[in-house]
């Protein structure tokens, strides 16, 4: 950058405008703190390309949404698809004024030395900023375990960057993973004809509806979504829901029941062979047992508040078992049985190193507290559980941006106060 290229201040810069920046934004402008949000693709990018062609969110549109804006009317009760869900995320950034630039992207951020606030390298120049708020959400960098060789003999990706059957080469698939992205991912695969294997692991997997009302209507009730952090030994089970086919609860049993061939979570491979641990039958009980606290939980909600909701018996009649499940598959050699393609729904990692600050543990994981960081004036936004349950979703993250925004205002307000002896 040549020597006369002037320098861009701003208070407040916001790094992502996904649903986490854009929430943030408007609070900052209900404090009055004037901020920039940067966006090195187009505003909410990860919903249109970060996702297969089919997706739909996961709660209905009365409830993923900002309180500001809702939906159309007729879509209150459908689950949004991915196109649409994007669609609302730049409808509410327009109608909010957020002032986003996209295109540029951060590579770098460090404090400044002697005086406050830090110096922000961009693809288009140098900015400095009173704070940094890295709001580039919880699914960053897609993660496959170094289980099957990237030499091997089949097709392997990251469910990232699935997009439809068409796409992956004729013969079987195994999709790794059971939480709702591999869940979904399966019975699409299964629905267009394909043989499908799912490895599952451990799993919550509640029930998509109960008595006439959603889950995420239960969770709202019974101050579920409001839990501050997941009971020890939990932190790493993920949750199979699905707001594909109009709404549906997970159940394996009924997949399975469909075609697909459940085995155990995924362990070694060798010589073209698969193994996976003998964790099926466990890991479904644990699921099952699950779904029926979450409906137990309702029926005692029900009762003691006296609500007209029709009791339903049929949610609790299990499926049969299948043969995979009673008879579980340990091994399986892929050309023996046809599998051309792996999925991988294995999750993300996040990755901060851009930030040069002492905000970070030794795993480089955010020191925060609800997003405030140890280290003044860095903050962080869209964490998975940064205060509650809830902090991933869209409705969530606006909730935790007022807290963030309210925390950067206090500080601008401190760091403005001159008292009588101050020159």
């Known amino acids: ?5 002037p320098i861009e201040k701003v208070d407040t810069l916001v790094v992502g405008a996904g649903q986490a920046g854009i929430a943030l934004s408007e609070h900052l402008s209900n404090n009055g703190v004037s901020h920039l949000v940067l966006e090195k693709n187009r505003v909410a990018e990860a919903w249109r390309t970060g996702r297969w062609d089919s997706l739909v969110a996961n709660g209905p549109a009365w409830h993923d949404r900002f309180p500001n804006l809702e939906f159309d009317k007729d879509e209150a009760d459908a689950f949004p698809g991915k196109e649409r ?30 005086r406050q606030g830090f110096t922000v390298e961009t693809s288009e120049g140098i900015i400095e900023a009173t704070n940094i708020v890295a709001a580039t959400g919880a699914f960053q960098h897609p993660v ?60 919550d997997r509640p029930p998509r509806a109960y008595r006439g009302r959603d889950f995420v209507w239960w969770l709202g ?28 609860t997970m159940d394996f049993r009924r997949l399975a029941g469909e075609g697909v061939n459940l085995v155990g979570m ?51 009649e299990a499926f049969a078992d299948p043969d995979c499940l009673t008879n579980p598959i340990r091994e399986v050699d ?12 294995t999750g993300f990692r ?3 190193s851009w930030m040069k600050v002492d905000a970070f543990d030794e795993k480089g994981a955010p020191k925060h507290q609800r997003g405030v960081s140890k280290e003044p004036g860095i903050y962080f936004l869209g964490l998975p559980w940064q205060s509650r349950r809830g902090s991933t979703f869209i409705w969530g993250v606006w909730h935790d941006a007022k ?18 002896n101050d020159s």
């Open 221 to 248: 009730v019974l101050g579920l979504w409001d839990i501050a952090a997941l009971k020890p030994g939990t932190e790493h089970v993920t949750i199979s829901v699905s707001g594909a086919y109009g709404g549906q």
């Open 1 to 5: 950058m040549p020597a006369d290229t």
């Open 144 to 203: 496959i375990p170094p289980v099957v060789p990237q030499d091997a003999p089949v097709k392997q990706i990251h469910s990232f960057y699935y997009r439809n059957p068409d796409q992956l080469p004729e013969g079987a698939v195994l999709v790794v993973g059971a939480g709702s992205s591999g869940a979904q991912i399966a019975d699409e695969l299964n629905r267009a004809g394909r043989k499908t294997y799912l490895s599952v692991g451990p799993h």
């Open 334 to 345: 892929l050309a023996e049985a046809g599998i051309t393609s792996i999925i991988w729904a």
């Open 403 to 420: 807290h963030v925004a309210d925390q950067i205002a206090i500080q601008d307000i401190y760091r403005a106060y001159r008292g009588p």
């Open 85 to 114: 869900v994007a669609d609302y995320l730049n409808e509410y950034a327009t109608m909010i004024k957020a002032p986003i630039r996209t295109g540029v992207e951060v590579t770098r951020a460090e404090r400044n030395e002697g």
């Open 266 to 316: 995924t362990d070694t491979y060798e010589g073209g062979k698969l193994t996976f641990a003998g964790d099926l039958q466990i890991n479904v009980a644990n699921g099952d047992a699950n779904y029926l606290e979450m409906l137990d939980l309702a029926d005692v909600y029900v009762d003691r508040n006296g609500l007209d909701l029709p009791e339903e018996p049929q949610a609790r």
């Open 350 to 352: 996040q990755d901060f």
